[in-house]
């Protein structure tokens, strides 16, 4: 089992809607948590860190349930330009260092 | 944008032949990472640095070894490359290790016949 687990989609949204991702992960230990974004073919870049409190940017919002550990995303009044791939990241000691664990990615197609 | 670069981008090789990647960095940061990405796997941490010649190794470091003589730098050398290695292989750097977020090189496409 992996220690972090995401639905791979696709999750197929008009334009205007909310979608949401969750992504679960397995060490309770866990520190820290972000969401990235990778388009096609291109390297992955960070979209939002994940606190306990919960948090937003614009029309997204991230939170952390520690006592399910879970992270979510929650994407409103999605726009095209929302379509790609988006990753969870949670950062867990291990061997002294705290190593990231990405999951495997959730694919979001924003269609007219 | 961070300013981290990979070479090749590209590079088509066969089975056996040593392969060497290279991450560079203008950040300064200390943290470097190499990962691999695979359909169906996701990203997937090969080995990791947390300073000059201190390196670790990650989830997939079979069949790969690492080097880092310098802050700026971080190789990452196949030996003997296999056809399971085709992949590509993204470098990261990050400033700080347990909350600090990491930023991605463009990658390398690497394929191995």
């Known amino acids: 089992r992996k220690e972090v687990e995401q639905d791979p989609g696709p999750f197929n949204v008009p334009e205007g809607a909310t979608v949401a991702f969750n992504c679960t992960y397995s060490?309770?230990?866990?520190?820290?948590f972000f969401w990235y974004r990778q388009d096609c073919r291109k390297e992955p870049k960070l979209l939002m860190s994940?606190?306990?409190s919960g948090n937003e940017d614009g029309r997204f919002t991230a939170q952390l349930n520690r006592a399910s550990q879970y992270i979510s995303l929650l994407i409103r009044d999605s726009k095209l330009s929302d379509s790609a791939t988006y990753l969870c990241?949670?950062?867990?000691?291990?061997?002294?260092?705290?190593?990231?664990?990405f999951g495997r990615g959730t694919s979001l197609i924003v269609h007219p | 944008d961070a300013g981290i670069t990979q070479s090749p981008r590209h590079k088509v090789t066969e089975t056996g032949t040593p392969v060497t990647l290279r991450c560079h960095q203008t950040?300064?940061?200390?943290?470097m990472y190499w990962y691999r990405q695979d359909p169906g796997h996701g990203l997937r941490l090969i080995h990791y640095?947390?300073?000059?010649?201190?390196?670790d190794k990650g989830e997939v470091s079979d069949g790969y070894s690492v080097s880092r003589s310098k802050t700026e730098d971080f190789l990452l050398t196949l030996e003997s490359a296999t056809s399971s290695q085709t992949s590509v292989y993204f470098c990261?750097?990050?400033?700080?290790?347990?909350?600090?977020?990491?930023?991605f090189g463009p990658g390398t496409r690497l394929t191995v016949l």
């Open positions: 990261a750097i990050s400033q700080r290790e347990r909350s600090d977020t990491q930023y």
């Open positions: 990241v949670v950062n867990s000691i291990s061997g002294g260092s705290y190593i990231p664990t």
């Open positions: 994940v606190y306990s």
């Open positions: 640095s947390y300073g000059v010649k201190d390196t």
């Open positions: 060490n309770s230990a866990s520190q820290s």
């Open positions: 950040e300064n940061h200390r943290y």
